[in-house]
């Protein structure tokens, strides 16, 4: 039997793992999926996501739309906005800047990734 998709969903991530949301005052260990992007009108790095279903984080949020937080991981801790639960209770962490994930600057790091 073979599969409709002929590559991941997940392929273009820059970060899946373990992750610490620190949201009104309280860390709670979750797994998340990031990635990022230069904007090239403004020139601006954005980084979006989404957290697996939390039911810790699903208590302090409910259905809140834009909540800050920190979103801390084995490489640093950013700031960012978590809301807008999808259907699975995922929520979506959007932010911009430096992300909490190692992104090559080097040139020839870049070059080694492709």
Do not use: C
């Not at 980084?47 to 259905?63: K, P």
């Not at 991981?73 to 190692?102: C, L, M, V």
């Amino acid at each position: 039997m073979s599969s409709v998709f002929s590559h991941s969903p997940h392929e273009g991530s820059d970060y899946i793992g373990d992750a610490t949301i620190i949201v009104r005052g309280t860390e709670v260990p979750a797994q998340v999926e990031l990635r990022g992007y230069r904007e090239p009108i403004d020139g601006v790095y954005r980084w979006i996501g989404r957290v697996t279903a939390n039911e810790q984080l699903s208590e302090i949020l409910g259905d809140a739309q834009r909540t800050k937080v920190i979103v801390k991981t084995e490489h640093s801790a950013q700031p960012a906005f978590i809301g807008d639960p999808d259907p699975w209770n995922r929520y979506r962490i959007i932010s911009k800047s430096t992300p909490p994930y190692h992104v090559a600057t080097d040139l020839a790091e870049v070059e080694s990734q492709d």
